[in-house]
T-cell receptor, first 115, second 116 residues
Framework: AQKITQTQPGMFVQEKEAVTLDCTYD???????LFWYKQPSSGEMIFLIY??????QNATEGRYSLNFQKARKSANLVISASQLGDSAMYFC????????????FGTGTRLLVSP | DADVTQTPRNRITKTGKRIMLECSQT?????MYWYRQDPGLGLRLIYY???????NKGEISDGYSVSRQAQAKFSLSLESAIPNQTALYFC???????????????FGPGTRLTVL
């Protein structure tokens, strides 16, 4: 069975600074995908970034990058140059089985960006 | 217009009532999912469907049923609602794996359900 662990219930960062949100995972699958979603206070789930288990390079999407360390089973999200609008809940998720169609989510990290 | 819509957006009901949450999508995806979100627990999968004739139980299907009326519609029912089913419910869709290198799930706006 797959499991995602996010050990930081809350994180604080000042505007324009970088922040790392931790995510570790457990799976016996050789092929899997890791996802990060953002949930602002309005409630919707917004896809941010994806990393495949066979991808050799860390994924990047604008200010988001995923620090993928396969041997350590970690997939940390790095947000550079934080903005006030980055304040939200962030969820790490793993795609299980072929096609990564069933997502298992972590419990989330609440990020607060201060001016 | 939103690609994944959910109705109602908010619902308050009483214990023992039957309630249906509806999800529609215009993304053309054949795969649809229902999740519930509880504070401190993240999202948990209730049911998923890979096409109209394929329905599968997820992690927490007890007390719920689903209906896939068409490729674009996937409904979640609570036959006899109970207070611990109070939660935020999300519908999501995804494309099959042969349509891209990865398949993120696209979420609807959520339905906030309160069972008194």
């Amino acid at each position: 069975a797959q499991k995602i662990t996010q050990t930081q219930p809350g994180m604080f960062v000042q505007e324009k600074e970088a922040v790392t949100l931790d995510c570790t995972y457990d799976t016996s699958d050789q092929s899997y995908g890791l996802f990060w979603y953002k949930q602002p206070s309005s409630g919707e789930m917004i896809f941010l970034i994806y990393q495949g288990s066979y991808d050799e390079q860390n994924a990047t999407e604008g200010r988001y990058s995923l620090n993928f360390q396969k041997a350590r089973k970690s997939a940390n999200l790095v947000i550079s140059a934080s903005q006030l609008g980055d304040s939200a809940m962030y969820f790490c998720a793993m795609g299980a089985n072929t096609g990564f169609q069933k997502l298992v989510f972590g419990t989330g990290t609440r990020l607060l960006v201060s001016p | 217009d939103a690609d994944v819509t959910q109705t109602p957006r908010n619902r308050i009901t009483k214990t023992g009532k039957r309630i249906m949450l509806e999800c529609s999508q215009t993304k053309g995806h054949d795969r649809m999912y229902w999740y519930r979100q509880d504070p401190g627990l993240g999202l948990r999968l209730i049911y998923y469907s890979f096409d109209v004739k394929d329905i599968n139980k997820g992690e927490i299907s007890d007390g719920y049923s689903v209906s896939r009326q068409a490729q674009a519609k996937f409904s979640l029912s609570l036959e006899s609602a109970i207070p611990n089913q109070t939660a935020l419910y999300f519908c999501a869709t995804s494309a099959p794996p042969d349509r891209g290198p990865y398949n993120e799930q696209f979420f609807g706006p959520g339905t906030r359900l309160t069972v008194l």
